[in-house]
């Protein structure tokens, strides 16, 4: 039956069987649907039965309703540029058995006040409600309360909005602003881009009705993510940015850059307090939906902040495009985040403008769906298609989105249809591609004139309309005369650097503390059983703390988190796989043998308001990236940690590095102290599995923006841990992590190096033989087999010297180590990627500028793929590179 086709059989089978037990546990509408069901198995005869055929309508009106409910909305008219649709097979009356000669008889509806309505007022309710202005996707939602409550709220009113007189005015004047805005700019700033919003003029109106239903919903915050269409109207109209300012910034009449080098003025943020609502604008790239995730991140954080009524108040706001919402799958990354323990945000308020075209490209072949919107089935959330000509639709729906989201805690989605009177940018003809569609859009006239006839008929002064317009009209020529310069962005760049010059922090913790925690993690709770295993991994790391030796990383870093907890500093680690650790070393998260209970030994040591957050995420990089990075610049007080299953699979987070960690400070002045762990390291296990692609971190290092280190030991783990939050500044830290020396007996630290001591940019050789004929320069896992080389061999006059920090690189104390060395002593790098990649392309300038010349090259030959996928291979490989750095060059 197509009126239930998004629900499963099994389930209305057990629906079916609750009925027959008791009737009254299921919903009345399917209470009736099986009892017409019923009815109509009937094998008797209908003289026997004499209300069967009555009861039969009775069950093809309820049918109709349900169907409306579902489908009502392919009747709807929601697009200004098309016909309305006026029938539709599966909602004609003969696809239930009915006829016009039934409408006007009574049925039982027992809604509303109403025990029974003729079918003629059951279909006006209907299609009033279902298939005007207004389409809704909802009956697939499976949880009867929110259906019923969408219900509730539409058809008593059949979805016409009835504004009253003040907010028909303030509607008039959001569509007049819109409006006036972009024709102002395009006749003072000729030839310049501001991605027009004419056309879509009715986002303002729904961005204001949210914000006003929020204040009476108890919002304190929205945070809002967009994508440059209408940016700069929603800046100048909705979040109050000075006018002037913005035409400072189209005349470029700015100051020098004083928090990096800026960004175009359609991609800027701003934050102001609007009718009792703190509202922020991210900044966000040309990527148009890589700040979905972060926004949702930003709310988790401040939401969090807030305590347990967090969630309803803050609201995470997305507005997207149409094109995109489709075709990029950060959207659907991020919707998936929506109702995952560590990513939820209470519900976020999805806008799609939908103006009905990408660029030059028709929905046709961008998407083969037939709503922009139907990825967000996948929530079986509520989905409001509304004419964007019809504002006070627009107004309607925006605050029930708000009610719904507030009500729920789970997304919502409003597709405004509309379209774009101008091409992709203010240069652009888009006639050249879509002649038809756009010379119906030059004779359409502007909303704020076709809403104000609507206003006239209805009694409204036609002069105080116009008088609003010119008061807008006259507000923008009085900014453009007194331009000032653009506000600072509210979070201003680092003042502290991360280079040479600045002292280390104090990052060591005391022996007796380290043992007290240690051993604290190690007391489980009564009666909780986890794997024998593990009881024996935490007990072997106590005894590793008491003796003092052999601390391996994951002690460690256990250690790290611990310490900092109890300093009252939080700490959130978020990745694949990241409770346990996807090379077994963490095992965060205890798991009892013999229920679903866990425990978390971490969360136990916190002090103060710290917490210890640790999430395995969904399989993304992507959107789980760009939430942490969002969380991060939100909680600088706190250590935010993602974690890469594996090192090169944050190449599926591309966006998120190049475009916010490595250049959101440049851009935008914000700040964020994240941490990535990338394990690296080849062992061989083919190209997938061996390098985080050390070199292409390096290539986005400049201006002292990242921090990039590849700690060889635990002790260098912990203090590199600690150094993050204690140093004067935030900066993002890519921390390039082991696989195999997770467990070797080898890579391991004593106490006494976490409670003394500092991370090491560079650590010398700890021998000081004076007749050194070669130095080696390495880093990561590459020197404990260059160290079994030595050893084996005896070659005691090769020193070798590790380079921990990347970058900033800091040639002096690279310096320091070279002292007392021999000036005819050979000086080779030497790694274990390929030439064109790992620390080489980057450091061998750093390192000519240091030793006057360029060191020698150790490594496998440049290759298009950063590993063999052969074991065998891997290992005759490694063993030359190991060779070769001992031979004479």
């Not at 309360?145 to 969408?150: C, F, G, N, P, V």
């Not at 959207?331 to 929506?338: F, K």
């Not at 989905?383 to 009610?403: K, T, Y």
């Not at 890579?747 to 940019?761: A, I, K």
Request: proline share 6%.
């Amino acid at each position: 039956m197509p009126f239930i086709q998004n629900l499963t059989p099994e389930w209305i089978e057990e629906q079916y069987h609750r009925w027959q037990q008791d009737p009254d546990s299921i919903e009345p509408e399917w209470q009736r649907f099986f009892e017409g069901f019923d009815l109509g198995r009937s094998p008797l005869p209908s003289d026997q039965h004499p209300d069967l055929p009555e009861a039969r309508l009775q069950s093809s009106v309820q049918s109709l309703i349900y169907r409306y409910r579902d489908i009502g909305h392919l009747l709807a008219c929601t697009d200004p540029l098309s016909p309305c649709p006026l029938s539709h097979p599966l909602l004609d009356l003969a696809a239930f058995d009915l006829s016009a000669a039934d409408l006007d008889r009574h049925f039982h509806i027992k809604r509303y006040l109403k025990e029974t309505a003729t079918l003629r007022e059951i279909l006006e309710t209907m299609q009033a409600t279902y298939c005007h202005s207004v389409g809704v996707e909802f009956m697939y939602i499976q949880e009867p309360e929110e259906r019923q409550w969408l219900i509730d709220r539409m058809e008593p009113t059949m979805n016409r909005p009835q504004p009253g007189r003040e907010q028909q005015l303030r509607i008039i004047s959001r569509l007049q602003q819109g409006s006036l805005f972009e024709e102002f700019l395009d006749r003072r700033f000729v030839g310049q881009k501001r991605f027009s919003l004419e056309g879509g003029e009715s986002l303002l109106v729904a961005l204001d009705a949210i914000i006003g239903a929020g204040t009476e919903a108890g919002l304190t915050g929205a945070i809002i993510g967009m994508s440059h269409r209408g940016r700069l109207n929603v800046l100048a109209n909705i979040l109050g940015k000075p006018l002037s300012a913005i035409f400072a910034e189209f005349e470029d009449n700015q100051p020098g850059s004083i928090s990096g080098e800026g960004d175009v003025k359609y991609h800027k943020g701003y934050s102001a307090d609007i009718a009792g609502i703190h509202l922020s604008l991210a900044f966000n790239p040309s990527h148009l939906e890589a700040v979905d995730p972060v926004i949702e991140g930003k709310c988790r954080a401040h939401q969090e902040a807030l305590g347990s009524d967090g969630r309803k108040r803050i609201l995470p706001l997305l507005v997207h495009g149409d094109a995109a919402f489709a075709g990029q799958g950060m959207v659907a990354e991020t919707l998936n985040l929506s109702q995952l323990e560590g990513y939820s945000t209470g519900g976020t308020v999805h806008i799609v403008l939908n103006n009905q075209i990408g660029f030059t490209t028709v929905p046709e072949d961008s998407r083969s769906t037939r709503y922009a919107t139907d990825v967000a089935r996948m929530l079986m959330v509520p989905i409001f298609h509304v004419h964007g000509d019809a504002p006070e639709a627009v107004d309607m729906v925006s605050r029930l989105a708000l009610q719904y989201r507030q009500a729920f805690e789970k997304d919502v989605v409003i597709e405004i249809i509309c379209y774009r009177r101008h091409g992709h940018n203010e240069g652009d003809e888009p006639a050249f591609t879509q002649p038809l569609m756009y010379e119906q859009i030059r004779n359409r006239k502007q909303l704020h004139l076709l809403y104000a006839e609507t206003l006239a008929s209805q009694g409204v002064s036609g002069n105080s309309i116009l008088k609003m317009a010119d008061a807008y009209r006259e507000a923008l020529e009085r900014a453009a005369a007194a331009q000032s310069p653009p506000p600072e962005p509210e979070q201003a760049g680092n003042t502290d650097k991360a280079g040479s010059a600045s002292l280390p922090p104090e990052t060591v913790a005391p022996e007796t503390l380290l043992k007290e925690l240690i051993s604290s993690m190690s007391l489980f709770p009564e009666g909780f059983a986890p794997h024998p295993k593990l009881v024996q991994l935490y007990r072997k790391r106590v005894d590793a703390a008491i003796s003092g030796n052999g601390i391996d990383w994951g002690c460690a870093e256990a250690l790290a988190f611990a310490t900092l907890l109890s300093e009252g500093v939080s700490v959130r680690l978020s990745g694949q796989d990241s409770r346990r650790g996807t090379f077994n070393h963490r095992h965060a998260v205890l798991h009892d043998l013999n229920s679903p209970a866990t425990y978390t030994p971490l969360a136990a040591l916190t002090s103060g308001n710290a917490r210890f957050m640790i999430y395995d995420s969904m399989l993304s990089e992507n959107a789980v990236l760009g939430f942490e990075y969002g969380y991060s610049i939100t909680t600088l007080e706190n250590l935010t940690i993602w974690e890469a299953q594996f090192g090169d699979f944050a190449n599926g987070a591309q966006v998120i590095i190049d475009q916010f960690i490595a250049g959101g400070e440049s851009k935008w002045g914000r700040v964020s102290g994240i941490v990535m762990l990338l394990p690296h390291g080849y062992e061989g296990n083919g190209a997938e599995h061996s390098s985080g692609r050390i070199e292409r971190f390096l290539s986005l290092c400049a201006e002292e923006n990242l921090q990039v280190a590849t700690p060889s030991t635990p002790a260098q783990m912990f203090h590199l841990l600690r150094r993050q939050m204690k140093q004067p500044f935030r900066k993002p830290l890519i921390i390039f992590t082991p696989k195999s020396l997770l467990r070797n007996p080898v890579c391991v630290s004593e106490l006494v190096d976490l409670s003394s001591g500092r991370f090491d940019p560079v650590i010398p050789d700890s021998t000081r033989e004076t007749a050194i004929s070669r130095v080696i320069l390495c880093s990561g896992k590459i020197f404990f087999e260059l160290l079994a080389e030595r050893e084996k061999n005896g070659r005691s006059d090769v020193a070798i010297i590790r380079i921990e920090q990347l970058y900033p690189f800091r040639g002096d104390l690279l310096k320091e180590a070279l002292k007392g060395y021999p000036a005819e002593s050979s000086i080779i790098w030497v790694q274990e990627e390929p030439e064109n990649m790992g620390a080489w392309p980057f450091l061998r300038t750093q390192l000519a500028d240091v030793l006057g010349a360029e060191p020698a090259f150790t490594g496998r030959p440049a290759s298009a793929a950063p590993a063999n996928g052969s074991h065998r291979i891997h290992a005759e490989e490694q063993k030359k590179i190991i060779e070769a750095a001992f031979l004479n060059h």
